[in-house]
């Protein structure tokens, strides 16, 4: 699934509860990391949950896997990995995540400037793109 | 007669609808909302009164001087100190606490000195001695609470020895909502030769202080959690002892006479009050206190400990929820766990209902981790909550519960 495609089905969710609710879907869907990989080092810092995230670099491309103890902030991980693997840094850089919230229609109930992890994540990631 | 729906009123921000939801605001233990009478003196003051104080000689300067040392007066009938020399005005309780460590702490702790606190701690009642501990080489000991989160007298007097200088305890416990019996221990304090600091923030928005009484030698206080605004804080401390106290930072109003070779420092408080001070908020703090006493102090501990009891009994009906911090002496602060939902979700549910809470660690992680959890939800009281607040957290309760 592409984010276009994301953004095609929370636009026919009305309330926020249905959309909740699919977030939460999306969150279910996501793999479960190896074991390895749940440790302080992967953590993603300044998030109300524990998020942990883990990047790859193939061929100049980024890809992530992540997790949440939190169902919803599972979603917001499953709509995060779905935006940003496959990008190269340069595309990385350029995302605008902003727009793509507004556009799923979510940044009234999750808009990254609280603290529902979304800001740390992908500064995260912008801080991946930048080493790697 | 105590009308919190009267009181209701003063406190414009409470009429706002949160997500097109009543707004059931449930976090005071983290900052009070403000009542209209706090908002209108600090505007009044902005609009008509402003000058800096202790430097003009002007009108202006003379009258707000005037007002920002009746504040000083309204917080020493607050916690009924024997001066008004012993209120020094701060940032907040977390900068009243720091000020002890680094003037107090540094210049008489050293090593084989014991510094006593309990787990039930604030960060803001722990990094600073442990920055002191490191500094000084002195120890900090840690005293055990129950694991229902109740005091226990034998852990804390097994701690309690010649070599401790300084007990430093929560008079309630902000994720536990604990009362400890303060006066007691403070006694016990002196007994052995220690002083006695306090950490008063939850405690003085619920219950009437008598710094005298209790015999503390210390106490701290926020102004915004007391229905004043944010930025201006209290320390509290016994004059003979903030008397031997070196400044804390230096500056201007602090001194009594400067030149390039020396300076020598103002009496208390002004010792400790460098700079200009929050001027404005000093003066909404006292307001706020003001507000506080006009409305008593017991009948807000009355309505609080009824709207406690209320809670309690309406959480414990829920299914799957575990309520941490269930010490028979507790006040208004309810912290709690679903079984089968993270802290954080729930929230997000909450949020979306109208019901404002905190999730975390409360700036007490160890206390959290020792209770068992990374993250737990809290719930805490202010005198203008009402039991249909927590019937609408009861029911987004429920209703988060249905999504996952």
């Known amino acids: 699934m592409t984010i276009e495609d994301l953004i095609e089905n929370f636009e026919l969710l009305e309330d926020w509860e249905d959309k909740y609710r699919y977030l939460i879907d999306l969150g279910a869907k996501l793999e479960h990391m190896p074991e390895k990989y749940y440790t302080e080092d992967w953590k993603v810092r300044g998030c109300q949950s524990q998020v942990w995230l883990v990047p790859k670099k193939e061929d100049n491309k980024f890809y992530f896997v992540g997790d949440s103890d939190a169902a919803i902030v599972k979603g917001i991980i499953y709509i995060v990995l779905t935006i940003f693997n496959g990008l190269t840094a340069e595309e990385i850089k350029n995302v605008d995540i902003n727009n793509i919230f507004t556009r799923l229609g979510l940044n009234e109930h999750l808009s990254p400037s609280r603290r529902n992890g979304l800001s740390s994540m992908t500064e995260k990631i912008l801080y991946y793109a930048n080493i790697l | ?404």
């Open chain 2, 1 to 404: 007669m105590f009308d919190v729906y009267e009181i209701r009123k003063q406190f414009p921000v409470l009429g706002r609808l949160i997500n097109g939801k009543p707004n059931t605001f449930l976090d005071t233990g983290a900052s009070a909302q403000k009542p209209q009478c706090v908002i209108d003196k600090m505007l009044k003051v902005y609009s008509e009164d402003y000058a800096n104080v202790h430097r003009g000689s002007y009108l202006l300067s003379e009258e707000i001087t005037l007002e920002y040392e009746k504040a000083r007066k309204i917080v020493q009938k607050f916690i009924n100190t024997k001066s008004d020399k012993e209120i020094v005005f701060t940032r907040n309780a977390t900068e009243s606490i720091n000020l002890v460590a680094a003037a107090w702490g540094r210049k008489f702790l050293k090593k084989g000195d014991e510094i006593l606190i309990s787990e039930a701690e604030h960060h803001a009642n722990l990094i600073p001695w442990q920055q002191v501990r490191d500094e000084t080489g002195c120890t900090l000991k840690i005293f055990k609470i129950a694991d229902d989160g109740s005091f226990i007298w034998d852990e804390f007097a097994k701690l309690l020895r010649e070599k401790t200088k300084l007990v430093a305890v929560t008079a309630m416990s902000n994720v536990l909502g604990t009362i400890f019996p303060i006066k007691k221990m403070a006694q016990a304090a002196h007994n052995v030769g220690a002083l006695f600091l306090t950490d008063a923030c939850q405690f003085a928005v619920h219950h009437q202080i008598d710094v005298q009484d209790m015999d503390c030698d210390f106490l701290a206080f926020s102004g915004h959690k007391t229905y004043g605004p944010s930025g201006i804080g209290v320390l509290y401390g016994k004059y003979d002892i903030l008397e031997k106290m070196p400044p804390y930072q230096c500056g201007g109003d602090m001194v009594d006479h400067v030149s390039y070779e020396k300076t020598t420092f103002a009496e208390p408080p002004a010792r400790f009050e460098a700079g200009t001070p929050a001027i404005v908020q000093a003066i909404g703090l006292g307001e706020a206190l003001n507000f506080m006493m006009n409305l008593g102090m017991d009948n807000i501990t009355a309505h609080e400990k009824e709207l406690t009891k209320y809670a309690t009994e309406k959480l414990s009906e829920i299914e799957d929820l575990v309520q941490i911090g269930t010490a028979k002496d507790k006040g208004g602060v309810f912290s709690f766990v679903l079984k089968s939902v993270h802290p954080q979700d729930m929230a997000f549910i909450l949020d979306k209902e109208g019901v404002a809470l905190r999730i975390g660690h409360h700036c007490a992680e160890p206390l959290v981790h020792r209770m068992g959890y990374e993250s737990v939800a809290r719930a805490t009281l202010g005198l203008y909550n009402t039991k249909e607040d927590i019937d609408r957290l009861v029911k987004a309760i429920e209703k988060a519960k249905t999504f996952f």
